[in-house]
Structure formats: C-alpha cells, structure tokens
C-alpha cells in the first residue's frame, strides 16, 4: 500500500507527538531489531525510532533496511528520527487505517 501526500501528512501530525521507541545504536539494524520494530508496528501502527549519535547507520538508508524487512511504510526521515508505518492485522488495533481510508 503506497500512501498519498495527505495521507502522509495525516501520519506526521499524528506522530509528531510521539516519543522515539527504539534506538539503533552501534550494532546498526539487526534481525533481533527488526523482529522488534515488526510487533511493535503489529500494536501501534505508527512508531518513531531514532538513530544514536554512536551509529554508523545514515537516517535514509536504515529506514529502507527496515521498511524493505518488514513491508512498512516510510512516512518521513527528519535528522535522525524515522517515522514508520504499517497497517494493523487486527480490527482492535487499527487506529489509523480506518481514518486514512477516509482521506
């Protein structure tokens, strides 16, 4: 599922208020990490993760590492906090699927 500009822009002001998750420090994005980020992703649909100074990960390329691992989208790479998301597979847990069907 691509999603369109508003749909985007829905996502960004929904994650601006979130807090970063996960962090990818030196060991860099593993399959342990991804693993993670995939059930994490299953519960909230939208999570951010940021990047420690430490890495030797750049921003863009991580987040194509993990969207590519796990089939999600990349709603915006900004410094070094990733912005993901994917839709839930279950009805309880799909709170923004359903609005984005609206935009």
Known sequence: MSLTGKQKR?????AHHL?????IGKGGV???MNKQIGEALEKRELIKVSLLQNTDEIAEDAAKQI???LQ?????????VLVLY???SKEKYQRFTQQLKLL
């Open 10 to 14: 829905f996502l960004r002001s929904q």
């Open 19 to 23: 807090q970063p998750i996960f962090q």
């Open 30 to 32: 593993n399959d342990a």
């Open 67 to 69: 969207a590519q691992a």
């Open 72 to 80: 999600c989208e990349i709603v915006q790479v900004i410094g070094r």
């Open 86 to 88: 994917k839709a839930s």
